[in-house]
Protein backbone atom coordinates (compact mmCIF):
# COMPACT_ATOMS: atom_id res chain seq x y z
CA UNK A 1 0.00 0.00 0.00
CA UNK A 2 1.30 3.35 -0.74
CA UNK A 3 1.88 5.73 2.02
CA UNK A 4 -1.19 8.37 1.41
CA UNK A 5 0.61 11.58 3.10
CA UNK A 6 1.79 13.48 -0.22
CA UNK A 7 5.28 12.59 -0.84
CA UNK A 8 7.61 15.54 -0.37
CA UNK A 9 6.37 15.28 3.60
CA UNK A 10 6.64 11.43 3.75
CA UNK A 11 10.62 11.76 2.27
CA UNK A 12 10.94 14.43 4.63
CA UNK A 13 9.39 12.29 7.70
CA UNK A 14 11.94 9.70 6.30
CA UNK A 15 14.81 12.00 6.26
CA UNK A 16 14.09 13.21 9.98
CA UNK A 17 13.94 9.29 10.96
CA UNK A 18 17.81 8.97 9.56
CA UNK A 19 19.07 11.96 11.67
CA UNK A 20 21.08 10.98 14.91
CA UNK A 21 23.16 13.30 15.53
CA UNK A 22 25.67 11.47 12.92
CA UNK A 23 24.06 10.93 9.66
CA UNK A 24 22.97 14.08 8.56
CA UNK A 25 26.10 15.15 8.50
CA UNK A 26 27.84 13.08 6.25
CA UNK A 27 24.92 12.01 4.23
CA UNK A 28 21.40 13.17 2.71
CA UNK A 29 18.85 13.71 -0.06
CA UNK A 30 19.88 15.91 -2.84
CA UNK A 31 16.90 17.07 -5.52
CA UNK A 32 17.82 19.48 -8.27
CA UNK A 33 17.17 19.88 -12.05
CA UNK A 34 18.07 18.31 -15.26
CA UNK A 35 18.90 20.24 -18.80
CA UNK A 36 16.54 18.54 -20.60
CA UNK A 37 14.42 19.23 -18.52
CA UNK A 38 13.63 17.08 -15.25
CA UNK A 39 14.32 16.36 -12.05
CA UNK A 40 17.33 14.44 -9.97
CA UNK A 41 17.01 12.86 -6.80
CA UNK A 42 19.95 11.43 -5.16
CA UNK A 43 19.26 9.34 -1.65
CA UNK A 44 22.32 8.29 0.06
CA UNK A 45 21.55 4.95 2.04
CA UNK A 46 24.41 4.22 3.91
CA UNK A 47 24.18 3.42 7.47
CA UNK A 48 20.32 3.06 6.96
CA UNK A 49 18.27 0.26 6.95
CA UNK A 50 17.80 0.20 2.83
CA UNK A 51 22.17 0.42 2.26
CA UNK A 52 22.22 -3.71 2.04
CA UNK A 53 18.59 -3.92 0.22
CA UNK A 54 17.72 -5.16 -3.35
CA UNK A 55 16.12 -2.47 -5.55
CA UNK A 56 14.76 -3.42 -8.64
CA UNK A 57 15.53 -0.21 -11.11
CA UNK A 58 12.27 1.18 -12.69
CA UNK A 59 12.19 2.53 -16.06
CA UNK A 60 9.14 4.45 -17.65
CA UNK A 61 8.89 6.04 -20.90
CA UNK A 62 5.59 7.76 -21.80
CA UNK A 63 4.26 9.10 -25.12
CA UNK A 64 5.78 12.44 -24.85
CA UNK A 65 9.49 13.88 -24.09
CA UNK A 66 8.66 14.80 -20.65
CA UNK A 67 6.78 11.29 -19.70
CA UNK A 68 9.47 9.68 -18.02
CA UNK A 69 11.40 8.28 -14.65
CA UNK A 70 14.18 6.15 -14.23
CA UNK A 71 14.71 4.84 -10.66
CA UNK A 72 17.93 3.06 -9.71
CA UNK A 73 20.19 1.75 -6.73
CA UNK A 74 23.87 2.40 -7.36
CA UNK A 75 26.47 1.55 -4.64
CA UNK A 76 24.50 2.52 -1.38
CA UNK A 77 22.90 5.98 -3.19
CA UNK A 78 19.15 5.70 -4.99
CA UNK A 79 19.07 7.68 -7.95
CA UNK A 80 16.36 9.22 -9.70
CA UNK A 81 15.70 11.05 -12.89
CA UNK A 82 12.35 12.01 -14.62
CA UNK A 83 10.65 14.35 -16.60
CA UNK A 84 9.21 18.13 -14.60
CA UNK A 85 5.80 16.47 -13.60
CA UNK A 86 7.19 13.36 -12.15
CA UNK A 87 9.03 14.06 -9.31
CA UNK A 88 6.30 13.20 -6.92
CA UNK A 89 6.56 9.93 -9.14
CA UNK A 90 10.28 9.10 -8.20
CA UNK A 91 10.15 10.18 -4.52
CA UNK A 92 6.52 7.79 -4.21
CA UNK A 93 8.68 4.90 -5.85
CA UNK A 94 11.48 5.83 -3.18
CA UNK A 95 8.59 5.56 -0.32
CA UNK A 96 6.89 2.27 -1.67
CA UNK A 97 10.38 0.73 -0.96
CA UNK A 98 11.46 2.01 2.08
CA UNK A 99 7.98 1.16 3.82
CA UNK A 100 7.94 -2.47 2.47
CA UNK A 101 11.68 -2.59 3.40
CA UNK A 102 10.65 -1.36 7.06
CA UNK A 103 7.34 -3.90 7.21
CA UNK A 104 9.30 -6.88 6.16
CA UNK A 105 12.14 -5.54 9.29
CA UNK A 106 9.22 -6.19 11.38
CA UNK A 107 8.15 -9.57 10.36
Excluded at 26 to 49: C, E, F, H, M, V
Excluded at 58 to 70: S, T
Aim: contains cysteine.
Amino acid sequence: MRDQRAPLKALEDWYASQCDGHWEHQYGIKIGTLDNPGWALRIDLSSTDLAERPFAEVRVQGDDDDDWCHCRVRGAVFEAYCGPHHLDDVISIFLAWAIAAAREAKH
